[in-house]
């Protein structure tokens, strides 16, 4: 089952190291601002490219507000994934909870 989490579960669980963070957002989106140390794999791709993509467990799925997240968790679940997470609310929440947002177009 999915889990979803607020802006300070999501912060406390990239704390312990043991999940990463992938933001289904398009790369326009993704320049904008997007969690320290998170992925970019845009949606589409990550539809098609699922097996590749998604290579462990203990997943954070972040969108700019928790509707295309939440369809890839579903999709991370469907492959088998068992610690898959949906950022509720997104980087609009993680940004209005105050917490920092990176702007580096070389990370995508």
């Known amino acids: 089952m999915v889990q979803q989490v607020t802006v300070q ?7 312990t190291g043991d999940v990463e963070v992938i933001d289904v957002r398009e790369p326009s989106e ?15 791709q990550l539809r098609t490219e699922a097996k590749a993509t998604l290579v462990r ?4 799925f972040v969108c700019a507000a928790g509707i295309r997240s939440q369809t890839a968790a579903r999709i991370a679940e469907s492959h088998g994934l068992t610690r ?6 997104g980087t609009q929440s993680w940004a209005k909870a105050g917490f ?4 580096d177009l070389t990370a995508a």
């Open 84 to 89: 898959v997470f949906n950022l509720t609310g």
């Open 30 to 44: 993704w320049a904008g601002g997007h969690l320290p140390g998170a992925r970019l794999v845009p949606l589409g």
């Open 100 to 103: 920092p947002l990176i702007r």
């Open 57 to 60: 467990d203990g997943l954070i």
């Open 9 to 15: 579960q999501a912060k406390d669980l990239i704390a």
